[in-house]
């Protein structure tokens, strides 16, 4: 069964620095999100993206990050400085195309640890 | 604004015992959909159950029941005779049908004990 894809599992990094979470799509979606949680939180909806443009971004999606398909296949969430507040765990999800189906499939996180 | 509100934050009982998780829910779209995930211990996100707000029909699937009340803007669900594998957080989340972004609850942890 197909299946979303992140890399890495974890990432620990000190403030400030840059760092890029990947994760790659189910190959048939167009429809693709990252959604964040703090530890012991609830998850949290960071971005949307669509046709190769944001469709919708939360407060939390401030100029410190981005996204990107660069290739057709991954999709790259960016931190460009990061705080503390940033540790969390990062989960990458994807959706068929509307109408087909509203299900999205999440993948398996990335931990980031900023210290 | 949409918003998901799981009231119960902890919930423990014993193996074989039934439990109810409460999910509701606010938003001013029409058409909208209902959602529950599992969070095991592990960490990922298990997809459990997609309800479209036109359809209250109840469902069943295995040990799992979902009770969808628009009346009470209410998604409940409920484990029927609980076992140990089911510990886990579990989240009730809504999206509308613009970009179907997720608005998740707080979650509520279900502890089982053998």
């Known amino acids: 069964e197909p299946e979303v894809t992140q890399t890495p599992s974890h990432q620990v990094t000190q403030m400030g620095q840059e760092v890029i979470l990947r994760c790659v799509p189910i190959s048939n979606h167009l429809y693709f999100y990252w959604y964040r949680q703090i530890l012991g939180q609830k998850v949290e909806f960071l971005v949307s993206?669509?046709?190769?443009?944001?469709?919708?971004k939360s407060e939390i999606f401030d100029d410190q990050f981005s996204v990107e398909r660069p290739d057709g296949s991954n999709f790259t969430l960016k931190i460009r400085s990061t705080k503390l507040e940033d540790s969390a765990m990062y989960f990458c999800?994807?959706?068929?195309?509307?109408?087909?189906?509203?299900?999205?499939?999440f993948g398996p996180g990335t931990r980031l640890t900023v210290t | 604004a949409q918003k998901v509100t799981q009231a119960q934050t902890e919930i423990s009982v014993v193996e074989k015992e039934d439990v109810t998780l409460d999910c509701v829910y606010e938003?001013?779209?029409?058409?909208?959909?209902l959602f529950w995930y599992k969070q095991p211990p592990s960490g990922e996100l298990v997809f459990l159950i997609r309800r479209n707000s036109f359809d209250e029909q109840n469902e069943i699937s295995g040990r799992y029941s979902w009770n969808f009340q628009k009346s009470t803007s209410s998604f409940n669900f409920t484990i029927t005779a609980s076992q140990v594998v089911d510990s886990a957080v579990y989240f009730c989340?809504?999206?509308?049908?613009?970009?179907?972004?997720?608005?998740f609850g707080a979650g509520t942890t279900v502890t089982v004990r053998a």
């Open positions: 999800a994807s959706m068929q195309d509307r109408g087909l189906s509203y299900e999205q499939y």
């Open positions: 993206f669509y046709n190769n443009e944001i469709s919708e």
């Open positions: 938003t001013r779209d029409t058409t909208y959909y």
């Open positions: 989340a809504l999206s509308g049908i613009n970009d179907y972004k997720l608005s």
